[in-house]
């Protein structure tokens, strides 16, 4: 039997359109995270790939607090 996705795409795409770049970013990079976790514990081949994304988005996120930090 599949599974039924009940997920509000249009509630969440609501929720968190305009907001800061670096909260959209925090949350690509949870859902990221979270997708990683999935595919490493079902031995995905694609998971080095999401693994890379999520080491890309960190190393983003630091470039951004430093920005951040530097504009005050």
Known sequence: M???NDFDFNAFNN???RKPAGL???LAQQLLSNA???MEKF???R?????SIVTDIKQLRAL????AADRK
């Open 36 to 38: 990683l976790w999935s």
């Open 15 to 17: 929720l968190t359109e």
């Open 43 to 45: 031995d995905n081949p």
């Open 47 to 51: 998971g080095s790939v999401v693994s």
């Open 24 to 26: 959209q970013i925090f």
């Open 64 to 67: 951004l607090k430093q920005d």
């Open 2 to 4: 599949a599974q039924q």
